[in-house]
């Protein structure tokens, strides 16, 4: 199968073209001056993963254990009948976001790890649900990878909305580095596009390839833990995380293969080789990549006029070295780098609220935002 998926590709895809940036190439500044406070908004969460708003301000957050989490004038109420998650290493309760029309319709969409469906162990599923006082109610699967695995990383994973209210997930390699990505016959290693109902696009790059997950939008990921749609653009980037070195930001594009783990710029956490490959036809290149690793977890593009200095720009959260990254962007080349709320602590997501404020989600702390110096 995977190399009928080969050939298909080949005619469809094209060569990468340039070489991309790398944090060597872009030095990491520090903040010069902080002009803003740190005010802790959610305290004492373990380990908060996803994070959105209700339209009366209040916030929904998942914590990884399988909690989610109503916070509304100043309270913490935790919602009933969240699916049952399958809490193992990388995997529990994972992302969260509502529909773009969520006034008219209620629809609030879920990744998290669950042991349903074939094999020992567990994969990310998607579902919605939509809440009715302190429950969810009218649960629905949308998308459930296969096999099952007992290993306990890469499951993802983000969701996004297009500006055509197309639903984008990221599913990791589930630590299968060697099948998963590179194959559209196994779940994986994927980018994956449905429409808000869960079913499949129509113009999806491989309805029409024998044998092909027919969700899938893009392959050849490890483990996408970012993804945000750009506020001029419209596209729906990504970042994801190498193994020793490699994390890479991408722009998602219909199709095409991000090359993992046959090109990367990352070597095993042994400190050996495990391709000698950076580029290659066919494969895409990223748009920006560490080396070393930072970790990076949660993305999004800053709005508004609160920050002025950094609107439409990129923050990426570090949990490797306790940061927000502000990475400025000439379009799609990247420009500068520089440390925002340096030494917060481990930063599992990074969002912008709809009041256009920033927010950021720390391991065994809570929710802090960043608020503007008068």
């Known amino acids: 199968m995977q190399k009928i998926a080969f050939l298909v590709l080949s005619f469809s895809l094209t060569i990468a073209c340039g070489q991309p940036t790398k944090n060597g190439d872009l030095e990491l500044q520090p903040e010069t001056q902080r002009n803003y406070t740190i005010e802790t908004v959610v305290p004492d969460l373990n380990n908060p993963w996803g994070m959105t708003w209700l339209p009366d301000g209040s916030m929904l957050i998942t914590e990884k254990s399988g909690e989610l989490i109503h916070f509304k004038n100043g309270t913490k109420t935790e919602i009933k009948n969240v699916p049952e998650v399958y809490v193992r290493g990388q995997g529990g309760l994972l992302d969260i976001a509502l529909h773009p029309n969520y006034k008219q319709n209620g629809w609030i969409y879920i990744t998290h790890s669950s042991d349903e469906g074939e ?86 790059p491989f309805v029409s390839t024998p044998h092909a997950k027919s969700a899938i939008y893009s392959f050849g990921h490890r483990n996408p833990q970012g993804m945000a749609k750009h506020p001029e653009t419209g596209k729906i980037w990504v970042h994801e995380h190498g193994p020793q070195g490699g994390d890479e930001i991408n722009v998602i594009q219909k199709g095409r293969n991000f ?116």
């Open 119 to 204: 094999g020992n162990g567990g994969n990310t599923k998607l579902i919605r649900a939509q809440l009715n006082g302190d429950q969810l109610t009218n649960i629905e699967s949308l998308y459930k990878a296969t096999p099952n695995s007992k290993r306990g990383q890469h499951f993802g994973s983000r969701i996004e909305f297009d500006d055509n209210q197309f639903l984008y997930f990221s599913v990791g390699d589930r630590g299968n580095r060697d099948v998963n990505p590179q194959d559209i016959t196994i779940d994986g290693g994927k980018v994956y596009r449905l429409n808000d109902d869960g079913t499949i696009p129509t113009d999806n």
């Open 259 to 374: 090359g993992w783990p046959v090109i990367s710029y990352g070597i095993n956490y042994s400190g050996t080789t495990f391709t000698e490959e950076t580029s290659r036809p066919g494969m895409e290149q990223p748009v920006y990549y560490w080396v070393p690793s930072i970790a990076p977890c949660g993305m999004d593009f800053v709005k508004g006029d609160r920050y002025p200095e950094w609107k439409g720009h990129l923050l990426v959260g570090s949990l490797k070295f306790n940061y927000v990254e502000l990475l400025k962007f000439d379009g799609e080349r990247p420009i500068s780098r520089e440390k925002i709320a340096e030494d917060i602590g481990r930063v599992r997501n990074v969002k912008m609220s709809p009041d256009n404020y920033i927010y950021i989600a720390i391991e065994g702390q809570g929710v802090v935002k960043l608020v503007p110096k008068a």
